[in-house]
């Protein structure tokens, strides 16, 4: 079963503080996601990785940084957390050129605070 | 740009009746994919079905079936004999295959069974 593991399920931080949001995937998947959720906002973009080191912004990737050093691992950061960053943060993986595999898998969420 | 469109935020059906959800979206691809992700409160993404759009047969799983109009660009999800599991919010989503393979998602309809 593929796996993609989100190295927190909540978390709370200050105004201000530099956040980091990891997260690990085991079927050598090439693209990597990160998206919020808000009620009535579903799931929103806010950066892809489709190789080591290649990164696209999403729709909404304001405030965000991300990081994929190695294929497994897809880090969002937040350079300086706010209050309006109070959300869900949910991570995916894929590996659309298999047929049989074109569907994301997810992590199980963050829910991140910021006071 | 392509979007999903999910217009009913809330929906409850009792118990062993049937549900239908729908979901719109707009794109200019002519070879697609569309999910129906559920979401139940354990906050963990798990598919539900998928279609692959050069298809016309509408896919089925179990109790899970969708009815795909490509013309209109619709693809609802009809759940049979509901049960109390089936409570969760539910997901469209949509990923093109000319370009990076991301998931653009719809809002989400929360689904509640009653007993």
């Known amino acids: 079963d593929v796996k993609v593991t989100q190295s927190s399920r909540y978390l709370v931080k200050r105004t201000g503080e530099k956040v980091f949001l990891e997260c690990v995937q085991d079927?050598?998947?090439?693209?990597m996601f990160w998206y919020r959720q808000d009620p009535g906002l579903g799931l929103r973009l806010i950066y892809f990785?489709?190789?080591?080191?290649?990164?696209e912004k999403g729709d909404i990737p304001e405030g965000y940084s991300v990081s994929r050093e190695k294929k497994e691992r897809f880090s969002l950061i937040l350079e300086s957390a706010s209050t309006n960053q109070t959300s869900m943060y949910l991570c995916?993986?894929?590996?659309?050129?298999?047929?049989?595999?074109?569907?994301?898998?997810f992590g199980q969420g963050t829910r991140l605070t910021v006071v | 740009a392509q979007t999903v469109t999910q217009s009913q935020p809330e929906m409850s059906v009792q118990e062993a009746e049937t549900v239908t959800l729908s979901c719109t979206y707009d794109?200019?691809?002519?070879?697609?994919?569309l999910f129906w992700y559920k979401q139940p409160p354990s906050r963990q993404m798990i598919l539900v079905i998928r279609?692959?759009?050069?298809?016309?047969q509408n896919a089925t799983e179990n109790r899970f079936s969708v009815n795909f109009q490509k013309a209109a660009k619709s693809f609802s999800l009809k759940i049979s004999d509901s049960q109390l599991g089936d409570t969760a919010m539910y997901f469209c989503?949509?990923?093109?295959?000319?370009?990076?393979?991301?998931?653009?998602f719809g809002t989400g309809t929360r689904l509640k069974v009653l007993a």
């Open positions: 794109t200019s691809e002519n070879n697609y994919y």
């Open positions: 995916a993986s894929s590996s659309p050129g298999t047929v049989k595999n074109t569907e994301a898998f």
């Open positions: 990785s489709y190789d080591v080191k290649m990164k």
């Open positions: 079927m050598d998947h090439e693209n």
């Open positions: 279609q692959e759009a050069y298809k016309q």
């Open positions: 989503a949509f990923m093109g295959t000319s370009g990076t393979y991301k998931y653009i």
